[in-house]
């Protein structure tokens, strides 16, 4: 007799923003993980992956004011650098769209609320 044993996976889908400005990367502090990281997060419901890209980049630090990188908007539409895939845990996994955005403007101001959270 044998037994088989079947693992749910448990998979996300997520974004990550590399924004750039005057030849530096954007990145934050996360508390948690103990690093510096660019910014991003999780789709949520029917979003497109640029929609959750900006979403994202404005609930973190602000932002408002991006473009996505030419580079990645072939075809008329905003296509990610990459895809990620980021293993969690053994049953959770993320599938990470990667996309360069740069600042519109040449000063950013970042969100004084996020700033202070801890």
Same mark, same amino acid.
């Given at each position: 007799?044998?037994?088989?044993? *079947?693992?749910?996976?448990?998979?996300?889908?997520?974004?990550?923003?590399?924004?750039?400005?005057?030849?530096?990367?954007?990145?934050?502090?996360?508390?948690?993980?103990?690093?510096?990281?660019?910014?991003?997060?999780?789709?949520?419901?029917?979003?497109?992956?640029?929609?959750?890209?900006?979403?994202?980049?404005?609930?973190?630090?602000?932002?408002?004011?991006?473009?996505?990188?030419?580079?990645?908007?072939? *075809?008329?539409?905003?296509?990610?650098?990459?895809?990620?895939?980021?293993?969690?845990?053994?049953?959770?996994?993320?599938?990470?769209?990667?996309?360069?955005?740069?600042?519109?403007?040449?000063?950013?101001?970042?969100?004084?609320?996020?700033?202070?959270?801890?």
């Amino acid at each position: 007799m044998y037994l088989l044993i *079947l693992t749910i996976m448990n998979r996300h889908f997520t974004v990550t923003a590399y924004i750039r400005n005057n030849n530096k990367i954007l990145l934050m502090f996360h508390t948690k993980l103990n690093k510096w990281l660019p910014l991003g997060g999780h789709m949520e419901g029917s979003e497109l992956p640029e929609e959750t890209v900006l979403r994202e980049v404005q609930e973190e630090s602000g932002i408002t004011d991006l473009t996505f990188d030419t580079l990645s908007t072939e *075809l008329g539409m905003i296509q990610p650098l990459g895809l990620q895939r980021n293993i969690i845990k053994a049953d959770h996994e993320h599938l990470d769209l990667i996309y360069i955005l740069s600042l519109m403007s040449k000063k950013a101001k970042i969100c004084a609320g996020l700033a202070k959270r801890k």
